[in-house]
Structures are given as C-alpha cells and as structure tokens.
C-alpha cells in the first residue's frame, strides 16, 4: 500500500519522459485582464512612517514596504513624490493603535483611517490593505498562512507553516512518522501520515491521530465549496472524490480506470491529474449540484502537467500547474480566455503553485531556493520568502482571524 502511495504521487513526473509528449505552443497573453494586461500606470506615492517607539516605527515601515513591493498598480518611494501617504504608530493599552492618512487629488478625497489591535504586523497589513485600496479602488489580501512539506538532514519529511511572507516559520507535524502533502480545509490544515504499514489523513487540531483512512491511499487534500476533495484508492484505483469539511459523507466524483489525483476546487469548478489519455495531464470539469461532474475537458497537453490548482475571483478563473518536459517551470492559465504565462524565472525548477485567497499572488517551490512568492500580474516581482528545502506548498487562511479594529474618521492627528 505505501508503494501504491508513492507510485501515486510519482506518476505524473515520470509520465512526463514518456515518449511522444510534445511541447504546447505557447498561447498570446496580451488581452488577459486577470494577468493585468489592462492596469493603468502606476500611482506614484510617497510613503512617511513615524511614531514610537522606534522599534514599532521600524518593523511597521519593514510590513508596509514589503506588502506594498506586491502591488504593480502602486510605485513607492520615500516622501515628496506624488500622492502621499503618513502611516503613525503609537501605543495604546496592551497594543498599538495605527493611524494612516492619505491626500486626496482632483478625482479623489482625503482617505483617514485608524486601526487598533495587539498584534503589530497585522495592523501593518491592515493598513496597507486600505492604502492600496484608496489608491487603486481595489482591496488585496495581505493575510494567510503557507504550509509546506520539509526534509531536514537525518529526519523524516514534516509539515511547516509560516505566515504568507515567510514570518515565523515553524514545523507542526510530529516527528514519529513521515508526514507530507499538506493541503487547507477552510482554515485548517490537513496533511498525509506514512506509517510503516498504513497511511492515512490527519489535520492540526487531532494532534496527530487518525481523521480519515481507507486502507488505500488518501491524499492530495484541498478544500471545495463547504466541504472537501481528495483522491483515494478507497474503491480500488486512485479517484478523485468529495467529502464534508470533516470526513465524512464520501461520494465519488470521478470513475475511470486511469489513475487521478491532486484535485483542486474554485467557482464550481474542478482541476485534476489523469492518465486516462495514457500520460498524465490536468483536466477539468464543473461540479454538479446533485453531485458529480459534467463533461471532463483537458486543460494541458498530454504527459506535461501536474500539480494543478484553481482560483476564482472578479477578473476571472485562473488554473495554475506545473509543466514538465524540458525545465520544469509554473504555467498560469486564464480558463475562460485561454491566455497562459510563464510565471516562474528561466532555471529555477519550480512547480506545486498555490494561490493566495485574492489570486493576486502565488506561492511555488524552487528546488534548491526554497519558497517563493511572485506577483500574478508581474511574475517579475517575486521573492524567496521560505529559504531551504520545501515540497508542496499550499496556500490557507489565517489559523484565526487576529483582531484589528478599523474606524474612518474626518481626520486623524499624529500621536503626539
């Protein structure tokens, strides 16, 4: 059973040298507005961080910087060029209150806005949330956690967290047993155990005890609608199937003698791995309300792709996945134009993507580099958050939201 396991998550690289698979000719990107084809030049603004103490000053500037690298749409330098923006930080009872005043022009008003809390980075994120916002007119997601799978020296594969900017990385899984293929169910992280003679699923809150198990092979966890997918070997072959949040109330989504795996679920839609061609490519289908799927369409060429994943948001629905044949890479795909891109540098062995919960950036693993996060309207903007060895990469929400009180005033004075 543990070979089938690794046979399993092995097939679609070693799909990738059988002969016959072809390169896909690469598709014009320019009229995709989901890639940001159609953004307006970038807002020039100045940014001025003051306040106390001087190590708050510091690590909020240090947040706002690094968030504000993300976004094309802003060009940010220091005080005195274009709009301006003054954040003010200051301490208020067992935390900090975050003040943030942005000038108004000829189309736009003076934005003021005050946020209070205990934890200083998320009121940076805060902050830089409604700053990008009064900006552009659009609010991104700065908020997240990345869990990812990691083979440190003499140990066995474990499962890692960070925040989404590669804050506080820390190992959760236990150090008994081989754990790998982390993957979120809303905001709990589940991942898969190997055991000597058995496998099977656990998440964080069951400290490491049985959740799901089937005797087969259960793996490849990723949320779905109010509940979650996976495939197993439950029935025999490796299927892709739906769950409740908790396990339960299993039904079969797909039904093929070839092998599927790594589902991932966005907007109705779900992304998979199959051979049913013969080798190995992502597919996709629509989940229907009484169960099961519509017709299954290939995404990707045959023997070339793995590891998809899905997003929705108002620009549209995105698949990313990982190409093989030649330098293995991460492609974006605009499902409902057709539009692909290159988002990862030439030479880094990049794959497993994972989006954030806006689309607007993505997480992969560069082999030998380490976690990366990059930009999906500007693939250039991207930075090694995690350095070091790490599979798998998943993007989740926060394990609970951190409290951040917001309130928008006429206007707001500097702490004095």
């Not at 690094?66 to 200051?90: I, Q, S």
Request: include cysteine; charge should be positive.
């Amino acid at each position: 059973m543990i070979r089938a396991l690794r046979l399993a998550s092995l097939l679609c690289v070693l799909a990738a040298l059988a002969p016959g698979s072809h390169a896909q000719a690469p598709v014009p990107e320019a009229a995709s507005p989901t890639f940001g084809a159609t953004r307006r030049p970038a807002v020039r603004v100045g940014l001025h961080v003051a306040g106390e103490p001087s190590s708050a000053v510091r690590e909020l500037r240090s947040v706002l910087e690094n968030d504000l690298a993300w976004v094309p749409a802003l060009d940010v330098g220091r005080p005195g060029r274009g709009r301006e923006a003054r954040v003010y930080v200051r301490p208020q009872g067992p935390g900090f209150a975050v003040s943030l005043e942005v000038d108004g022009n000829d189309q736009t008003t003076p934005v003021f806005v005050s946020h209070r809390g205990q934890e200083l980075r998320a009121l940076g994120h805060a902050a830089a949330s409604d700053l990008v916002l009064s900006l552009t007119g659009e609010r991104p997601s700065f908020e997240g956690r990345l869990a990812f799978a990691r083979r440190e020296p003499g140990r066995r594969k474990q499962i890692w967290v960070a925040e989404w900017d590669g804050f506080a990385p820390r190992r959760v899984s236990s150090e008994r047993h081989t754990a790998l293929l982390p993957g979120f169910v809303g905001p709990v992280l589940w991942w898969s155990v190997l055991e000597p003679h058995r496998s099977f699923l656990t998440h964080e809150h069951a400290a490491g005890g049985v959740v799901m198990e089937s005797g087969g092979t259960d793996m490849g966890i990723a949320g779905c609608g109010d509940g979650l997918v996976l495939s197993s070997s439950r029935s025999g072959d490796s299927e892709v199937w739906w769950a409740r949040s908790d396990g339960s109330a299993l039904r079969r989504l797909t039904e093929h003698a070839g092998i599927d795996v790594s589902p991932s679920c966005a907007a109705g839609r779900l992304a998979f791995v199959s051979d049913r061609d013969g080798t190995p490519r992502v597919f996709l289908s629509r989940l229907r309300a009484e169960g099961g799927l519509d017709a299954v369409t290939p995404a990707t060429a045959p023997g070339e792709t793995q590891t998809p994943t899905l997003c929705a948001s108002a620009r549209g629905t995105l698949l990313a996945y990982t190409r093989l044949g030649g330098a293995m890479r991460v492609e974006l795909l605009d499902v409902d134009r057709g539009h692909r891109r290159v988002v990862s540098p030439p030479g880094w062995a990049a794959k497993d993507p994972s989006f954030s919960p806006d689309c607007r950036l993505l997480a992969y693993v560069a082999r030998g580099r380490g976690v990366v996060v990059a930009s999906v309207d500007d693939p250039a903007r991207h930075r090694i958050v995690v350095p070091g060895a790490a599979e798998t990469v998943r993007w989740g929400p926060p394990p609970a939201a951190v409290p951040v009180t917001a309130e928008r005033a006429d206007a707001l004075a500097a702490p004095r």
